[in-house]
């Protein structure tokens, strides 16, 4: 079934060991992110080891879901299934409150309103899973 314009239909994520708890946190409206004992940065996307300093004391925690544009574009063309029925979609990257930057979908605006510096927030789609999984990806709209 075709999305609407703008509401993007995502492939369905695979959640290996190391982005689990990042895949399961949005399929529960939470966004998770990683901190480093060591170190303190926090970081996206999640992995074994942080990438500031290479240690594995990582903790997983619910972060605040706001963010702002960064920097984006607006893709008018796209002929891979399921992106071609979505078109067109803004894909952008947020830099989060918490301070990484994820690159993400922005939703529920008029494509040409989208812009740098604009304040938005987590939002959450769940595709239909055939494992039973409760697993979501993360998208932003305006806050």
């Known amino acids: 079934m075709p999305g609407m314009p703008g509401e993007l239909r995502h492939?369905?994520?695979?959640?290996?060991?190391?982005t689990r708890g990042y895949w399961e946190g949005a399929g529960r409206g939470e966004?998770?992110?990683?901190?480093?004992g060591a170190?303190?940065?926090?970081q996206h996307k999640p992995r074994a080891i942080c990438a500031t300093c290479l240690s594995d004391d990582l903790e997983h925690f619910v972060a605040s879901g706001r963010g702002e544009v960064h920097t984006y574009t607006v893709t008018?063309?796209?002929q891979q299934l399921p992106f071609r029925d979505s078109c067109p979609?803004?894909?952008a990257y947020v830099e989060l409150e918490e301070?990484?930057?994820?690159l993400t979908n922005v939703v529920g605006v008029d494509p040409a309103e989208v812009r740098i510096g604009q304040a938005v927030v987590a939002d959450y789609w769940a595709g239909e899973r055939e494992d039973g999984?409760?697993?979501a990806v993360p998208r932003f709209r305006p806050a």
């Open 11 to 18: 492939p369905l994520p695979y959640a290996s060991w190391e």
């Open 31 to 36: 966004l998770v992110l990683q901190r480093c």
């Open 39 to 42: 170190c303190g940065s926090v």
């Open 76 to 78: 008018n063309q796209n």
């Open 89 to 91: 979609y803004v894909l």
């Open 99 to 102: 301070g990484p930057r994820l």
């Open 133 to 135: 999984e409760a697993i």
